[in-house]
Every structure is written in structure tokens, then in C-alpha cells.
């Protein structure tokens, strides 16, 4: 009689032991605990915050290295500090993108009453920001009034790393409700930029319509079956280059690509298991064809794939690469900021850290509780004190943040002001979120909130 594989059997244990996996298995573990990439995360940012202030020239020199790529007559430059943040960064939203999708599929986000709680915390938590920042700020004939819009981002790279860290502490429902929120905060981010900060050059509507209506053909083709990796892959690069050249941020494509993926498996459960019990010769050897046995397993690997649903087979393998490579590289690379204590505005620093820091947590709160009351949203399956903790992280508004102060003010002392506010309020919402939710947040698993979810 053959050995029974049960779920519960460590199905990797029927491979051959080889050397190489004897060295990559302790790495694969250690890459699953989910608090390794946030300790990662942290110890990048601290080695960009002390390369920049120890030698700042070669810092930026380095990240602005420029490159270029040549195909015929068309010439692409660009440096490495946009490689990452444009390109690399768009697969992390990308890998977002797919995570809200199987939530709106199978998860928190499924009602659509749920779903509208996160977008109507991130209003709240772009209009708190703003207000305190205005309230706070210097005002009169050498106004910063413009830098409004400075702490109104969320870091979503930074708010997931330190989620990560905090590990089961925070309930998935949260971990959703957070990156729904933070996807429709950069959306937000986007508008701000383009209404309050606007460039001479604008937003290309023609590029843009382009990529949209690419969006809309990868939708139309996943509709009608075609689900070849290769034409989709050209088409999403494709989307990715007109946001490019409209002006509007690329890392946008990747969330709406992400959405785009199917959640559902084109078998339905327990196909492949139907299929499997009846070439179980075939599976067990006594099938002695050669050409029999590539068509029966052939035939299989395409039901196992089939089994999985695009969205996890995309979600899956990127994740251990935008934990241990996308987003330290991202935070190597932007958290250097310089810290100049000579010609400090102090007004305009802690109207920054003070916006961030109480802006967005009383934003998110508010609104959410609001959109309850009235009936818009439905309550989280998680208490109230643990959405003000979650509130608390969204004050990380690092990277957007410090784009927008380069926009809201002229290099000197005023926006080196708004950065330290920057560093010192996303600094504290981190410490501050992190220490709250260790100690008003137990442990969470699946089955808990099951049954909190029932109750």
C-alpha cells in the first residue's frame, strides 16, 4: 500500500537531501519569521541615516549615479535613487496591489462596507495633518502656510516593516485596513501634488490614457481566458512606461496591476484531487509509456497550476524578494537625510513632527468612527484602541513626505526644517505606534479572529 501525504506531512522531506538544500532550508525559515524584514528594514535606515551625515557628497553621489540604455537610436537615462524608487518600487505596489485584491476577493474587504473604511480613514488622515500643520505654522509676510501638504503621506515601505516587526501583534484585519488605506493615501498624495505643488510640465493625459486603457485591455484579456504570463508582462511594462511619461507617479501602475490579477483559480476545488485519484497508475510507476506518462503529468502540472489563482501564484514568491531586497534597498537609499541643526526653524519642524505624530491618528479615528456611526462603513472586527494604534504607525510619512517638502520649499534652511520635522514625527510615530500595540495588542491568529468575527 503507498504512504498516505496527509496536509499535516512535511511534504518537502520527500525530496533528496542535497548540500545546497542543507544551507538554503535555515535561510528560507529564517526569511519566513515575519519579524527578520522589519529588523532589515531598520538596520538599512540606520546605516543610510549614518552614511549621510558622516560623508553626504558620497551618499548622494552614489544614489545619483547616472546610467543609461541605449536601443537603436533611442537613448533612456536616468539614475540609480529613480531605478528604485520608480521601477523597483513599483513592484512592491505591485505585490500590494495583489494582497488588497485577494482581500476584496476572499477577506477583510469583500463587503464593500468594509472596504470603505480604509478610504475614508485615509481622508481623515490627509485633512487632520493639514490642519494641525496650518494651525502650527509660522504665519504672516514670510508664511509656511505652503508646506501643508508635507505631512499629509503615509510611508506605507516603513509602515509594513513595522508591522512586521510588531509580528502577530497586529490582526490581519488591521494589517488590510492599514495598507488599503496607505494605497488610497497615495493616491491622495498624488492629488495634493498635482493641486497644491503643480510643475511647469504638468500631467500628459494622452500617456495616461494610454496606460489606462492598457489596464483596461490586461482586464478584458484575464475576462476572456487568455492567461499568458508573457503578453501580460508586456502589456504591464507597458502601463508602467506610459504613467511614466505622464507625469504621474509609476508606483500608481503597480497598485492598479495588482488589482487587476484574477483571485479566483481557473479549477475549482477538488479537481485536481478527482483527477489525480484516476491516473494514479500513472503517479505510482506501474504505468510503463513513456509518452503516456508525460501527457498524465503534463496534464497534472498544468491542474496544479491552474489550482492556484494568479494572484497567489504572483503574491507568494514576491514576497521574501520585497522584504530582503525591494524595500531595504528602498530605505539604503532614502533615509539618508542630512541633519543640520544651524538655521533650524523650529516652528516649521515641530508643526511638521506634531502633524504627523497627533494628525494622523486622530484623523483615522475620527473618520472611522464617524463613517460607523452613520452607517457608510461597518465596524472592524478589532476594538477601537487597536485602530488608534494602527493610526499611530500611518504618522510614519517618510519618503512621499520629503518629495513633498522639496516641492513645497526652496532649498535652505525652511526645507531642511520640514525634513528634520519629517525624520523626528515619523521617528516618533514608529517608537510611539510600536510601544502602544505591544502593549494593548495581544497575539492574533486566524482562528481568533474567526471567532471574534462570529461573536
Known amino acids: 500500500m503507498s504512504a498516505r501525504v496527509t496536509s499535516s506531512d512535511k511534504i518537502e522531506d520527500l525530496f533528496p537531501e542535497t548540500p545546497v538544500r542543507k544551507i538554503i532550508t535555515p535561510i528560507e525559515r529564517l526569511m519566513k519569521v515575519e519579524t527578520t524584514g522589519g529588523i532589515v528594514l531598520i538596520i538599512m535606515t540606520l546605516a543610510a541615516l549614518l552614511w549621510a551625515n558622516l560623508s553626504p557628497e558620497t551618499y548622494h553621489h552614489f ?65 487632520f495633518p493639514a490642519l494641525i500643520y496650518l494651525l502650527l505654522c509660522p504665519h504672516g509676510d514670510n508664511s509656511a502656510t505652503h508646506g501643508w501638504g508635507v505631512p499629509t503621506a503615509t510611508d506605507i515601505a516603513f509602515v509594513v516593516g513595522c508591522m512586521a516587526i510588531l509580528g502577530k501583534k497586529v490582526p490581519h484585519a488591521l494589517r488590510v485596513m492599514i495598507l488599503t488605506l496607505a494605497i488610497a493615501d497615495d493616491i491622495g498624495a498624488i492629488l495634493v501634488i498635482a493641486i497644491g505643488y503643480p510643475s511647469g510640465d504638468g500631467i500628459n493625459f494622452i500617456a495616461l490614457g494610454t496606460g489606462f486603457a492598457l489596464l483596461v485591455l490586461i482586464n478584458v484579456l484575464f475576462r476572456i481566458g487568455v492567461r499568458n504570463l508573457l503578453l501580460h508582462g508586456l502589456i504591464g511594462i507597458s502601463v508602467w512606461a506610459f504613467f511614466v511619461k505622464s507625469g504621474v507617479h509609476p508606483t500608481i501602475a503597480g497598485v492598479l496591476l495588482g488589482l487587476s490579477v484574477p483571485a479566483k483559480p481557473v479549477l475549482a476545488k477538488g479537481k485536481l484531487a478527482h483527477f489525480a485519484g484516476s491516473v494514479g497508475g500513472a503517479l505510482s510507476g506501474e504505468v510503463k509509456d513513456r509518452n503516456e506518462q508525460y501527457e498524465v503529468f503534463t496534464l497534472l502540472k498544468r491542474g496544479a497550476r491552474e489550482s492556484i489563482s494568479m494572484q497567489e501564484r504572483f503574491f507568494k514568491p514576491l514576497v521574501p524578494w520585497v522584504n530582503f531586497f525591494i524595500m531595504p534597498l528602498f530605505a539604503l537609499s532614502n533615509a539618508g537625510v542630512e541633519i543640520k541643526l544651524g538655521g533650524v526653524e523650529v ?109
Open 63 to 127: 544614489w545619483h549615479m547616472p546610467f543609461a540604455l541605449t536601443i537603436g537610436s533611442w537613448v533612456g537615462s536616468a539614475d540609480l535613487h529613480w531605478l528604485i524608487n520608480d521601477a523597483m518600487m513599483t513592484v512592491f505596489f505591485f505585490n500590494i496591489g495583489l494582497e488588497v485584491k485577494g482581500e476584496m476577493t476572499y477577506g477583510e474587504l469583500r463587503n464593500p462596507k468594509a472596504a470603505s473604511l480604509p478610504v475614508i480613514a485615509a481622508a481623515g488622515g490627509m485633512l
Open 347 to 455: 516652528p516649521v519642524m515641530g508643526a511638521v513632527a506634531l502633524a504627523l505624530i497627533l494628525g494622523k491618528p486622530i484623523g483615522i479615528f475620527l473618520f472611522s468612527l464617524l463613517a460607523v456611526k452613520i452607517g457608510v462603513s461597518v465596524k472592524p472586527s478589532y476594538s477601537w484602541k487597536i485602530l488608534w494604534g494602527g493610526g499611530m504607525l500611518a504618522g510614519i510619512g517618510f519618503t512621499m513626505a520629503l518629495f513633498v517638502a522639496n516641492l513645497a520649499f526652496d532649498v535652505g534652511d525652511r526645507q531642511d526644517s520640514a525634513k528634520l520635522g519629517i525624520l523626528l514625527g515619523s521617528f516618533c510615530a514608529a517608537i510611539l505606534g510600536t510601544i502602544y500595540m505591544n502593549i494593548v495588542s495581544k497575539p492574533h491568529n486566524e482562528t481568533e479572529e474567526a471567532k471574534s468575527e462570529a461573536a
